[in-house]
């Protein structure tokens, strides 16, 4: 079941770079619970789909369409750790980001019911399990 996990992660970040989000919350549980990091711009826990949804369109605001590149995926049942180069630059602000973001997913059955960002990358393997269960996936 860990690799069907890693290609809807794949797939995920396939539709998002193509502005299909509607695909990602398809995927993601109606109660999902997205944390983001206590250093983000917008630091707080978002319970739900219209939660999620204004904490995206946030980011929207300020930095337009983020594209998020895979740099390595690493499966840890029920979790898979993405580590990803996100970027994207504001129409109206001009303001660019580009770092690199570290996300857990966190699954029940077919649906991702949790998502924590981490800018450390330590701190998203402890999330998503010991190195001895985690099998790098790219």
Request: aromatic share 10%.
């Amino acid at each position: 079941m860990s690799e069907y996990y890693a290609d809807l992660i794949r797939r995920g970040y396939e539709a998002w770079n193509a502005g299909d989000r509607s695909w990602v919350l398809e995927h993601l549980s109606p109660d999902v619970e997205w944390i983001a990091p206590s250093d983000d711009p917008d630091p707080d826990v978002y319970r739900g789909h219209d939660a999620v949804i204004g904490f995206w369109n946030q980011w929207r605001s300020a930095v337009g369409q983020l594209e998020f590149d895979i740099i390595e995926l690493i499966e840890a049942p029920p979790h898979v750790l993405a580590v990803t180069r996100r970027s994207g630059t504001g129409a109206h602000s001009g303001l660019a980001v580009s770092d690199e973001v570290c996300q857990v997913f966190t699954f029940e059955g077919d649906l991702c019911v949790k998502v924590q960002e981490f800018y450390d990358r330590a701190a998203a393997m402890r999330a998503a399990g010991s190195p001895a269960e985690v099998r790098r996936t790219s």
